[in-house]
C-alpha cells in the first residue's frame, strides 16, 4: 500500500482527498495537515511514499518550499504538486523543488487517481501549459515570459529600478515591457495591470 | 493769423524745452542744459514778443530789423520751431535709453522693482529700509494699513486667513497664499548677517507652477492611493478567494453525490431495482457514508475558523506524533501565540528531535508570559531565527511583547504578551 500524506488548508478538500485515497485499494492514508511547514516534521517521525502538497496553505505556508526541503531530506518521497491557481511560475519552481508531479484541481476522482498511479510508476506528469485567465483585454498567453518576469516582480510592489537590478534590464526596458502589457491589457496604469493579475491568480505575491 | 499759429508753435516749443530740460538738469554734465537750453529759450521768447506786438498793434514800434525777421514766409518760423522740438524730443529718448541701460542712483531701486519677487529689507528692530514694488502692492492686497515695519507686516502674514482678495493655503513651511488672480504666493523670512550688523529680509515668491503641480499630484496620489488600497486588500483577500472558488466547486461535487444517493436510494424504496443484493447495498452504503462524512466535516471547518483554537494544536501535535502539555493561563485567542506553539512544535521535531513540547504560562502585569520548552537535543547551530522565528518575535513586538530563544539542550522560547489580542 503506498501511504499519502495529504497537505491542503481546506477541510472540504482534504475530505475529498480522503474519500479518493480510502476508496481505492491502493493507497492508504498516512495523514492530513493543513499547514505546508508541518510535512517535514511529518515525515519526520511516520513513513510517508506520496504526498499531495497544496501550494497556498494555512498561515501563508508555501507548498512549494515545503517541498523543496522534504526533497532534500527525503528524496524518496514522491509529491504531487496540487493547486488551483494559474500562476504560470509555480510549474518551474516544482520542477526545481524536485516534485515529480504537478495537478491542477478539477473536481472528479480519476483526474487525481491518473495522476497519482503514474506518479507511482515513476513518471514525471506535468500539465503542458497553465490554465488561461484573462487580464483586462489580454490573454495571459498573449505576454512574454519576459513581461511576466516584469509584472511578477510589479505585483510584488517593486519600482521599476527595483525590477530593473532584479531582472538585470534598464529601466527603460522595464518600462518598455510595462507598455506593451498595458497596451494588450487596455488598462492606463499598472495598479490596474498588477491589481487584475493578482485578483485573476495569475500572479502570487510573495510565492 | 500768421502770428497765431507762430504763438500756439511757440508755446509747444516751451512746453518741450521745459520737459527736456527738467530731464537734462537732472544730469548736469551734459552740454544741453548749460548752452543751448537758454538759446533755444531766448529764441522761442522773442518769437512770443514778436506775436504779442503784432496781436496789440505795437509792431510798428519795432526796429526795422525785427520787422523784417518777422515779414520772412511762416514756414521758416514754424521751422525753427519744430527743429527745436525734434531736438528736444530727441534728448529725452536718449535720457530714457541712458537711464534704463546705465547705472546711477535709481538703478538699485529699478532692479528690486523689475525683479519678479516681492522684497523687502528692514533693520532688526523692524524698521524698513528697502521695498520693491511688488512687495508693496502685495502688502496692500493683505491690509489696507500702511506697514512702516517689518516685524509688523510679517506678523500680519502670519496671521492672515482669508479674506475677499486673498486665502491662506499653506503647502510648505512657509505661509502661502492663493490671491484672487488665481496666482499663487509664499512668503520667507531671513536674517542676513554683516559684520556687526543684522538684517531682515522678507521675500515673497510666485509659487503658481509651483502649486498647480503639486495640486495635480495630490490628485494623482489620491487616485492611485485608491488603487492601492484596492491591490492590498485584494492581496489580504487573495488566500479566502481561492479557497472561496475551490470550496464552492467541491461543494457542488457534494452536492452531486448526495443528489445522487438520494434518486438511487429512492429508486430502491419504489422497487424500481430488480435484485437488490449484498453488492449493490454495500454500493449505496458507502455513497452514504462518504457523503455524512463529507457534510460533517464541513460543519466541522466552519467550528474551528470560529473558535482559534487550542484543540487543533493538540490535534496537529499527534498527528506530528509530538506529546503537548500545557499548563496553566494560555491566551488562547491570541493567534501569534497559537502561531508560537506551533512553530516550537515544528522546530523541536526537527531540530530537537524531541518527543514532548511543554507550554507554561500565566498571567502578569496585564500580559501573559509563556515559556515554551521541549525534551529534546538540539544543537546550537542548528537554531537560528529564520523565516518562522522571525515571523512569531515581529508579531509579538508589534503587540508590544519580547521574545528570547534559549537553546540550553532542547529549544526554548520565552515569549511575554503584552495583552490577549481576540
Given at each position: 500500500?503506498t501511504?499519502?500524506?495529504?497537505?491542503?488548508?481546506s477541510v472540504?478538500?482534504?475530505?475529498?482527498?480522503?474519500?479518493?485515497?480510502?476508496?481505492?485499494?491502493?493507497?492508504?492514508l498516512?495523514?492530513?495537515?493543513?499547514?505546508?511547514?508541518?510535512?517535514?516534521?511529518f515525515?519526520m517521525?511516520?513513513?510517508?511514499?506520496?504526498?499531495l502538497?497544496?501550494?497556498?496553505?494555512?498561515?501563508r505556508e508555501n507548498?512549494?518550499?515545503?517541498?523543496?526541503?522534504i526533497?532534500k531530506?527525503?528524496?524518496?518521497?514522491?509529491?504531487?504538486?496540487?493547486?488551483?491557481?494559474?500562476e504560470?511560475?509555480?510549474?518551474e519552481?516544482?520542477?526545481a523543488?524536485?516534485c515529480?508531479?504537478?495537478?491542477?484541481?478539477?473536481?472528479?476522482?480519476?483526474?487525481?487517481l491518473?495522476i497519482?498511479?503514474?506518479?507511482?510508476?515513476g513518471?514525471?506528469?506535468y500539465?503542458?501549459?497553465?490554465?488561461t485567465?484573462?487580464?483586462?483585454l489580454?490573454?495571459?498567453?498573449?505576454f512574454?515570459p519576459?513581461?511576466?518576469?516584469?509584472?511578477?516582480?510589479?505585483?510584488?510592489?517593486?519600482l521599476?529600478?527595483d525590477?530593473a537590478?532584479?531582472?538585470?534590464?534598464?529601466?527603460?526596458?522595464?518600462?518598455?515591457h510595462?507598455?506593451?502589457?498595458?497596451?494588450?491589457?487596455?488598462?492606463?496604469?499598472?495598479?490596474?495591470l498588477?491589481?487584475?493579475?493578482?485578483?485573476q491568480k495569475?500572479?502570487v505575491?510573495?510565492? | 493769423?500768421?502770428h497765431?499759429?507762430?504763438?500756439?508753435t511757440?508755446?509747444?516749443?516751451?512746453l518741450?524745452?521745459?520737459?527736456?530740460?527738467?530731464?537734462?538738469?537732472?544730469?548736469?554734465r551734459?552740454?544741453?542744459?548749460?548752452?543751448?537750453a537758454?538759446?533755444?529759450?531766448?529764441?522761442?521768447?522773442y518769437?512770443?514778443?514778436i506775436?504779442?506786438?503784432?496781436?496789440?498793434?505795437?509792431?510798428?514800434?519795432?526796429?526795422?530789423?525785427?520787422?523784417?525777421?518777422y515779414n520772412?514766409p511762416?514756414?521758416?518760423?514754424?521751422?525753427?520751431?519744430?527743429?527745436?522740438d525734434?531736438?528736444?524730443l530727441?534728448?529725452v529718448?536718449r535720457?530714457r535709453?541712458?537711464r534704463?541701460?546705465?547705472?546711477?542712483?535709481?538703478?538699485?531701486?529699478?532692479?528690486?522693482?523689475?525683479?519678479?519677487?516681492?522684497?523687502m529689507y528692514s533693520?532688526?528692530d523692524?524698521?524698513?529700509?528697502?521695498?520693491?514694488?511688488?512687495?508693496?502692492?502685495?502688502?496692500?492686497?493683505?491690509?489696507?494699513a500702511?506697514?512702516y515695519?517689518?516685524?509688523d507686516?510679517?506678523?500680519m502674514?502670519?496671521?492672515?486667513d482669508?479674506?475677499a482678495?486673498?486665502?491662506?493655503?499653506d503647502?510648505t513651511?512657509?505661509?502661502?497664499?492663493?490671491?484672487?488672480?488665481?496666482?499663487?504666493?509664499?512668503?520667507?523670512?531671513s536674517?542676513?548677517s554683516?559684520a556687526?550688523?543684522?538684517y531682515?529680509?522678507?521675500?515673497?515668491?510666485?509659487v503658481?507652477?509651483?502649486y498647480?503641480?503639486?495640486?495635480?499630484?495630490e490628485e494623482?496620489?489620491?487616485?492611485?492611493?485608491?488603487?492601492?488600497?484596492?491591490?492590498?486588500?485584494?492581496?489580504k483577500?487573495?488566500s479566502t478567494?481561492?479557497?472561496?472558488e475551490?470550496l464552492?466547486?467541491?461543494k457542488?461535487?457534494?452536492?452531486?453525490?448526495?443528489?445522487?444517493?438520494?434518486?438511487?436510494?429512492?429508486q430502491?424504496l419504489?422497487g424500481n431495482?430488480q435484485?437488490?443484493?449484498?453488492?449493490?447495498?454495500?454500493s449505496?452504503?458507502?455513497?452514504?457514508?462518504?457523503?455524512?462524512?463529507a457534510?460533517?466535516?464541513?460543519?466541522l471547518?466552519?467550528?474551528?475558523?470560529?473558535?482559534?483554537?487550542?484543540?487543533?494544536?493538540?490535534?496537529?501535535a499527534?498527528?506530528?506524533?509530538?506529546?503537548?502539555?500545557m499548563f496553566?493561563d494560555?491566551?488562547?485567542?491570541?493567534?501569534?501565540?497559537?502561531?508560537a506553539?506551533?512553530e516550537?512544535?515544528?522546530?523541536?521535531?526537527?531540530?530537537?528531535?524531541?518527543?514532548?513540547?511543554?507550554?507554561?504560562?500565566?498571567?502578569?502585569?496585564g500580559?501573559?508570559?509563556?515559556h515554551?520548552?521541549?525534551?529534546?537535543?538540539?544543537q546550537?547551530?542548528?537554531?537560528?531565527e529564520?523565516g518562522?522565528?522571525?515571523?512569531?518575535?515581529?508579531?509579538?513586538?508589534?503587540?508590544?511583547?519580547?521574545?528570547?530563544?534559549?537553546v540550553?539542550?532542547?529549544?526554548?522560547?520565552?515569549?511575554?504578551?503584552?495583552?490577549?489580542a481576540?
Amino acid at each position: 500500500m503506498t501511504r499519502v500524506l495529504i497537505v491542503d488548508d481546506s477541510v472540504t478538500v482534504r475530505t475529498l482527498f480522503e474519500t479518493i485515497i480510502e476508496g481505492s485499494e491502493q493507497y492508504s492514508l498516512a495523514g492530513t495537515l493543513e499547514n505546508a511547514k508541518a510535512a517535514l516534521p511529518f515525515c519526520m517521525r511516520s513513513p510517508v511514499d506520496l504526498i499531495l502538497m497544496d501550494v497556498y496553505t494555512k498561515d501563508r505556508e508555501n507548498g512549494l518550499e515545503a517541498a523543496r526541503e522534504i526533497k532534500k531530506e527525503f528524496p524518496d518521497i514522491k509529491i504531487i504538486i496540487s493547486t488551483s491557481l494559474p500562476e504560470e511560475s509555480f510549474l518551474e519552481k516544482a520542477k526545481a523543488a524536485g516534485c515529480e508531479s504537478f495537478w491542477y484541481k478539477e473536481v472528479g476522482e480519476l483526474g487525481l487517481l491518473d495522476i497519482m498511479n503514474r506518479t507511482m510508476r515513476g513518471e514525471s506528469v506535468y500539465p503542458d501549459t497553465t490554465p488561461t485567465v484573462s487580464v483586462g483585454l489580454a490573454k495571459s498567453v498573449e505576454f512574454t515570459p519576459m513581461e511576466m518576469k516584469v509584472l511578477r516582480e510589479l505585483c510584488n510592489g517593486k519600482l521599476n529600478k527595483d525590477i530593473a537590478k532584479e531582472l538585470c534590464m534598464s529601466e527603460n526596458t522595464v518600462k518598455f515591457h510595462i507598455n506593451n502589457m498595458l497596451q494588450k491589457a487596455g488598462y492606463s496604469n499598472r495598479y490596474q495591470l498588477a491589481i487584475d493579475a493578482v485578483e485573476q491568480k495569475l500572479i502570487v505575491p510573495g510565492f | 493769423m500768421k502770428h497765431e499759429i507762430i504763438m500756439a508753435t511757440a508755446y509747444f516749443t516751451v512746453l518741450m524745452l521745459s520737459a527736456a530740460s527738467a530731464v537734462r538738469w537732472l544730469r548736469m554734465r551734459h552740454l544741453f542744459p548749460m548752452f543751448f537750453a537758454p538759446i533755444f529759450v531766448c529764441f522761442t521768447l522773442y518769437e512770443l514778443v514778436i506775436c504779442y506786438q503784432v496781436k496789440f498793434g505795437t509792431f510798428d514800434n519795432l526796429d526795422r530789423y525785427t520787422q523784417a525777421w518777422y515779414n520772412l514766409p511762416i514756414w521758416v518760423h514754424e521751422a525753427i520751431l519744430l527743429l527745436e522740438d525734434i531736438f528736444c524730443l530727441i534728448l529725452v529718448q536718449r535720457e530714457r535709453y541712458v537711464r534704463r541701460h546705465s547705472i546711477n542712483v535709481n538703478s538699485v531701486a529699478d532692479a528690486l522693482n523689475n525683479v519678479d519677487c516681492g522684497l523687502m529689507y528692514s533693520e532688526w528692530d523692524g524698521t524698513i529700509v528697502l521695498i520693491n514694488h511688488k512687495m508693496w502692492q502685495l502688502a496692500r492686497i493683505f491690509s489696507d494699513a500702511q506697514y512702516y515695519n517689518a516685524l509688523d507686516f510679517w506678523r500680519m502674514i502670519i496671521s492672515f486667513d482669508e479674506s475677499a482678495d486673498a486665502k491662506r493655503i499653506d503647502f510648505t513651511s512657509w505661509p502661502a497664499f492663493l490671491l484672487k488672480d488665481n496666482t499663487v504666493w509664499s512668503f520667507e523670512r531671513s536674517i542676513l548677517s554683516d559684520a556687526d550688523k543684522r538684517y531682515l529680509e522678507i521675500v515673497a515668491r510666485d509659487v503658481t507652477d509651483l502649486y498647480n503641480k503639486r495640486v495635480k499630484v495630490e490628485e494623482e496620489i489620491k487616485e492611485l492611493s485608491s488603487v492601492q488600497g484596492r491591490l492590498q486588500e485584494v492581496l489580504k483577500n487573495i488566500s479566502t478567494t481561492g479557497n472561496d472558488e475551490e470550496l464552492l466547486a467541491y461543494k457542488v461535487h457534494i452536492h452531486d453525490r448526495l443528489g445522487n444517493a438520494i434518486l438511487r436510494t429512492r429508486q430502491i424504496l419504489r422497487g424500481n431495482v430488480q435484485n437488490f443484493e449484498e453488492p449493490a447495498r454495500e454500493s449505496i452504503l458507502g455513497l452514504w457514508t462518504n457523503t455524512i462524512k463529507a457534510f460533517k466535516n464541513n460543519r466541522l471547518e466552519v467550528e474551528q475558523n470560529k473558535e482559534g483554537s487550542l484543540a487543533a494544536l493538540y490535534s496537529q501535535a499527534e498527528t506530528l506524533g509530538i506529546e503537548l502539555f500545557m499548563f496553566g493561563d494560555f491566551p488562547v485567542y491570541n493567534e501569534v501565540a497559537i502561531r508560537a506553539v506551533r512553530e516550537a512544535m515544528y522546530n523541536s521535531i526537527r531540530h530537537a528531535y524531541a518527543n514532548s513540547l511543554t507550554v507554561e504560562s500565566y498571567k502578569e502585569d496585564g500580559g501573559y508570559r509563556v515559556h515554551i520548552y521541549d525534551d529534546g537535543k538540539a544543537q546550537s547551530d542548528a537554531v537560528v531565527e529564520g523565516g518562522g522565528l522571525k515571523s512569531i518575535r515581529r508579531g509579538v513586538e508589534e503587540q508590544g511583547g519580547s521574545m528570547r530563544v534559549a537553546v540550553p539542550e532542547g529549544v526554548e522560547l520565552f515569549i511575554f504578551f503584552k495583552e490577549e489580542a481576540k
